[in-house]
Every structure is written in structure tokens, then in C-alpha cells.
């Protein structure tokens, strides 16, 4: 049975050590990709995203370095509504405060760009990418480009008549991050089946008794990598327009198990999806509700359709990662205190990463076997 990989097993050999030396780059942007998630969700429950008034894409990497620099950057700042309307009589060392979690989140995205870029053009360059990988890498490094603009879009919403940035834009940003994680984990992963694929132990690994297991859970497994990726994209609107500082009870919401108000806004009826505090954070439960449900029935069947262990394990892994995430979130709001607690909101948003990274690598031990 021959492994389904965008490589080879020629180019693999060509490759040679070449290829774990792509490996190791790859699970390195994981690990930064990752913490560009947690820093970017410190910079929005800190309300820092707007302390930086400008978009300089190389210049932008210096800091404010005397005194006058800062006044000039504070005065920037009052300008915009959040200030005036928010943060009006800010001190510098509060002003301060916001915006080196800004500065961070737009110098580390910088340092994944370049962590990315050169590397790339490296291996390009002495044939050390196998296959078919390259062009998917060439996507996601124009796919991170388009990132650092979509921030930049994101921050221009809340520059002139609003006190926080779009959450359509939000949702879009977080989104292309969380886009850009999986895909960097799917790579990762057909390099490392490629290089295992004429050893005995990924002979074993693939085994499946495919008279007890249809094709279709492979399709189960991937709808829930893409219910994952909606639900990251539901919570994206719940941070951006604060909706989980509301209805802070939990099972029930203000007392309820379908909360009133939920469709106050009746002209479009839709728009209640995206704008109603209530409805967006009621969305954002019963998601979570149906993929837990998803994820268990799916690692039960498994369970009693399979005979590979591994499969079995990683269908169990993303169960318990999602019932994890789901306790996280409950935490989360019964730990509102006026403002979303920071640590929970990270683990949360930390979580999402893991959770997503999780279904793709089930997803992908799965293909993998019943192929």
C-alpha cells in the first residue's frame, strides 16, 4: 500500500538529511506561529492594538528611544476615539504599557516573515523541498504577507469612528493565523510521513482493516478540522465585540437556556449573528456543544470499527483536547470580573491552537491509513 504524501519516495532519497532539516524549520514556524496566536490575544484583552496609530512596515521596527519619540507616539494616540472616548487622560507609562504589547505583536510577526522567508529561499535554492511541497510553502509565505495587510486593515477600522477595530476584520485576521497554523502542521506532517514511508514501522502505522472502517470517516475527520476553524472564527467575534463579558452563567445564559433578545435586530434578521452580544456568544456555545458531541461519537466509532491503535489514539486525544477547551471556556466566564481574565482568555485562544492542531493531525493519521 503506497503512503499518499506531496513527495516521493526518489525525491526523499535525493533529499536526504535535507529533509529533516526542513522538518525541524517547519515544527520551528509552528512554535512561532503559535506564539504570534497567544500575543496577538495578550494584545486584544489588553485593549493595545490601537496604541500604534501607523503602519511603517520597516521602519515600524524601532521603538520610540527618547522621550520626545514617546510624546510624539502618545499624541498620535490621543487623536483616535479609543483615547478621547476610553482612555482619555492616559499616563505615559500606561500609554506605554499598551503599546509595547502592540510593538511586540507587530515586531514578532516581522521575525516570522523573515524566520519564514530566508529559510525557504535556502532550501529552495539547493533543492533541499521535496515534491510537490514547494508551491504550498511558496502559498503560505505569500499567505503570511497577507496577514501582516489584513492587520493593518484590521487596525485602520478602529482609527476614526469607532473605539475598538472591526470584528469582521478581527475575525478575518485570527482566522488566516489559525489558516496558516494548520497548514504549516499538515506540511510538517507529509514530510514526516514521506521520510517514514519505506520503513517497516510506517508499513505497520498504515495497517487498517478496511472491511470494519469506510472511507467516509476520513471525511468525519476532516469536517471536523473544518468545524474547528468556524468555531476559532465564532470565538473571533465574541472577542471582538466583547460578548462574553455578558451573560457570564453557564449552563444557561442570563438565566436561560435559549436567551431573549436573540434576534433584536430585525432588519437583516442576520446581522444578529455577527452584532448581537447574545447571539454571538450563544452561537459560540452550541458550536462547541456539536463539535465536542462530533469529536466523542466520532473516537467512540473508531473505537469499535478500528483495529489501528493509532488512529484510535488521536481520535481520542482531539475528544479530550475539545473537552479541555470547553471546561477552559466555562472557566473563562465564570471568571469575569468586568473584563475577561487574561490568563484564561490566553488558554483559551492558546487552546484553539491546539485543539486545531490536534484534528489536523488526526485527520492526517487517518487519510494516511485508510489510504
Known sequence: MAISTWTDDRSIERSGSHVRAVQIWLWAMIGLVFSMIVVGGATRLTDSGLSITEWLPILGVIPPLTESDWQTALEKYRQIPEYQ??????????????????????????????AFAVP???????????????????ALFFLGGLQGGVGWYMVQSGLVDRVDVSQYRLALHLSIAFLIFGLL?????????????????ARD?????LRTLPRW??????????????QVALGAFVAGTKAGLTNTDWPLMGGEWVPSGMWSASSPWWVNAFENLTTIQF?????????????????????????????????????????????IGVATLWSVNGAIPIGWGLAHQGGGAIVLGIAVWHWHRLRVAVR
Open 283 to 327: 452561537n459560540h456555545r452550541v458550536t462547541a456543544y456539536a463539535l465536542l458531541a462530533l469529536a466523542i461519537w466520532h473516537a467512540a466509532s473508531l473505537y469499535r470499527r478500528s483495529d489501528n491503535q493509532a488512529v484510535i489514539t488521536s481520535a481520542i486525544f482531539l475528544a479530550l483536547a475539545l473537552i479541555g477547551q470547553a471546561a
Open 217 to 230: 470517516v476520513t471525511t468525519i475527520a476532516f469536517g471536523l478540522v473544518v468545524f474547528v476553524f468556524a
Open 120 to 138: 525557504l529561499v535556502v532550501f529552495l535554492i539547493r533543492g533541499a523541498i521535496p515534491g510537490r511541497l514547494k508551491p504550498w510553502l511558496i
Open 185 to 201: 502542521i499538515w506540511c510538517v506532517l507529509q514530510l514526516e510521513g514521506a521520510r517514514q514511508s519505506m520503513s517497516a514501522a
Open 85 to 114: 472616548q476610553v482612555n482619555r487622560g492616559m499616563s505615559m507609562a500606561e500609554f506605554q504599557f499598551i503599546y509595547w504589547w502592540e510593538w511586540g505583536h507587530r515586531f514578532l510577526g516581522r521575525m516570522i516573515g523573515l
Open 205 to 209: 502505522y498504515r495497517r487498517i482493516d
